[in-house]
């Protein structure tokens, strides 16, 4: 029952750090592949970059 406490703990700190903008957003920003590149990632990559992107905005105000 700790562990499960203590994860909770964990994981609520860690979304309290990015929930504002501001510091926490400081070091990230949005992933812009160029048109060459989008012809050579996979759809796994360009998932991640979606989701990574699609955070960004709503957890930093970052703009399309």
């Known amino acids: 029952m700790l562990p499960r406490h ?9 979304l309290a750090g990015c929930a504002t903008s501001g510091a926490g957003c400081d070091g990230f920003r949005p992933i812009r592949p160029s048109a060459s590149d989008v012809a050579v990632i996979s759809h796994s990559l360009a998932s991640q970059i979606v989701a990574h992107n699609r955070f960004g905005a709503s957890a930093c105000g970052w703009k399309p």
């Open 6 to 14: 203590l994860t909770l703990v964990f994981v609520t700190s860690l």
